[in-house]
């Protein structure tokens, strides 16, 4: 058995149903479970034949997953009856409540935590469209004039906004000394923006190098804490963590700075 089959145990209480070798949209789910040391299988990855497993899976639960990722609860408190949910965000915010992810005691903070979390998402879908601006189906190749135009005014406009936003939440969480998004301890709103941050640099070095010394909490306090969390700062150097490639994230040097 390997050092990832023993990370998450022989008989886990949730499994991942998602594509195999990219990180992708389950990634976000991935580092809820890695953050709080939570046994998960990610059967596309880790059995021969689990990714048709889990077309199998999404097809035939009812009502049936639109498309990966979703999640295969086995838990007791559902009368001995497994099911599923899938949505990234959905899933996020189930298990953020049933694994200690989000500010205890406080129901706004829970909500502020959910937003900023979808808030994180949409600079994802956003920096996924600028290369497939016009078709998702489509090869990048095919519609690449296109992307060059989307990239722009991703770079110079969608970018900087969105990093401001974030720079200003953290400024303004004066518990969270720069370091957490709400509160003073770890969210699975920290957990998602740090792995669009990490996207974004590997799709737009150039112009996160250029501009990123705007955004200093972003990116000393912000970045570097969340790297360093005990279960990420593991998971980020071992063999489980799947590197960024052709998948959300791609690194195209035309439409970078």
């Not at 195999?20 to 998960?40: D, K, N, Q, V």
Request: aromatic share 12%; net charge neutral; hydrophobic share 30%.
């Amino acid at each position: 058995m390997d050092q990832s089959q023993k990370k998450q145990g022989s008989v886990p209480k949730y499994e991942l149903l998602y594509h195999p070798e990219i990180p992708g949209r389950a990634e976000y789910i991935r580092l809820i479970f890695e953050a709080t040391g939570t046994p998960y299988s990610d059967i596309s990855n880790h059995e021969r034949t689990g990714y048709t497993k889990v077309q199998k899976i999404i097809t035939e639960t009812n009502p049936p997953a639109f498309a990966p990722p979703a999640l295969l609860i086995h838990d007791p408190d559902y009368d001995g009856e497994s099911i599923v949910i899938s949505q990234t965000p959905n899933i996020l915010l189930y298990l953020g409540l049933k694994l200690g992810l989000v500010p205890e005691g406080d129901e706004m903070a829970m909500y502020h935590a959910n937003g900023l979390t979808m808030t994180a998402l949409d600079m994802c879908n956003e920096a996924h469209d600028v290369h497939h601006p016009i078709d998702v189906e489509q090869y990048y190749e095919e519609q690449r004039s296109e992307a060059i135009k989307k990239s722009d005014v991703f770079r110079k406009r969608r970018i900087p906004k969105f990093f401001a936003y974030f720079e200003t939440v953290l400024k303004k969480n004066t518990e969270g000394c720069g370091k957490y998004l709400v509160g003073k301890r770890l969210t699975y709103a920290d957990t998602t923006l740090w792995q669009v941050l990490e996207g974004i640099d590997f799709a737009f070095p150039n112009t996160v190098r250029k501009i990123s010394k705007n955004y200093h909490l972003l990116f000393s306090n912000f970045r570097d804490n969340i790297k360093d969390q005990k279960g990420i700062k593991e998971y980020i150097s071992s063999n489980r963590r799947r590197p960024f490639s052709m998948g959300i994230f791609r690194h195209y040097p035309e439409l970078d700075t």
